[in-house]
């Protein structure tokens, strides 16, 4: 059953420090999301991806937030410095939308997350 | 800017019940919506969709309904389990914006045995 991986599951880390969350998306998906859940906003969106090419990350703090996905098979958010704020769940999702992007009969598919605490 | 809203943070009913989880939206183009069903320490599984060319899709005891009109849309669990307890997600999307969706802040439920 293809899943999406990420790692670590969970991260404690004091302000200040750099975090990098990493994630594998399912074989064969073009469509990479990071998404941040948290009480008050549920699931925002921070940037996608699509056939690796960043395509959209007006959701991230330009400041601090980066996304990169160095291939196919990996995708990357880094927070640099980190602050308390940011703590939260990060998700990533990934689908296999072809070239128009349509969702339909193809929704995204979510990994377990990686739970970020900032002290 | 919220533009997908889930007003009720809980919802708790009997086993056997019927559920009724409600969702509202702003944007007018969006075109497609989704609910995901979301369990402690794991990540949104989707559950059932609708397009806007539909008013009502079912599958087995989950009932999606949408009223363009009114711009929101309803997810009916019927009979309701202690296995359906969860926190559930609305998410719409424009077709043509490369699968990107937009979450409400979730509702979660409990089924009481």
């Known amino acids: 059953d293809a899943r999406v991986t990420q790692t670590p599951r969970h991260k404690v880390t004091e302000m200040g420090q750099e975090v990098t969350m990493r994630c594998q998306p399912i074989?064969?998906?073009?469509?990479v999301f990071w998404y941040r859940q948290t009480m008050m906003q549920g699931l925002e969106l921070l940037a996608y991806?699509?056939?690796?090419?960043?395509?959209?990350d007006s959701g991230m703090p330009k400041d601090r937030f980066s996304a990169e996905m160095p291939d196919a098979t990996l995708a990357t958010l880094k927070i640099q410095p980190s602050e308390p704020r940011d703590s939260a769940v990060y998700f990533c999702?990934?689908?296999?939308?072809?070239?128009?992007?349509?969702?339909?009969?193809?929704?995204?598919?979510f990994g377990n997350g990686t739970r970020l605490t900032v002290t | 800017d919220q533009q997908v809203k889930q007003n009720s943070p809980s919802l708790s009913v009997q086993e056997g019940r019927i559920s009724i989880l409600n969702c509202d939206y702003t944007n007018s183009m969006f075109d497609y919506f989704l609910w995901y069903k979301k369990y402690p320490a794991e990540g949104p599984t989707f559950l059932i969709s609708i397009s806007s060319i539909k008013d009502k899709n079912e599958d087995g005891r989950f009932t999606v309904f949408l009223n363009k009109s009114a711009k929101h849309l309803s997810l009916h669990i019927v009979p309701s389990q202690p296995g359906d307890s969860a926190v559930y997600f609305c998410a719409a999307s424009r077709s043509s914006n490369t699968g990107k969706l937009i979450f409400g802040q979730g509702t979660t439920l409990q089924v009481k045995p």
């Open positions: 991806f699509r056939n690796r090419a960043p395509l959209d």
């Open positions: 074989l064969g998906h073009n469509t």
């Open positions: 999702a990934s689908g296999p939308l072809g070239k128009t992007g349509n969702v339909t009969n193809s929704p995204l598919h």
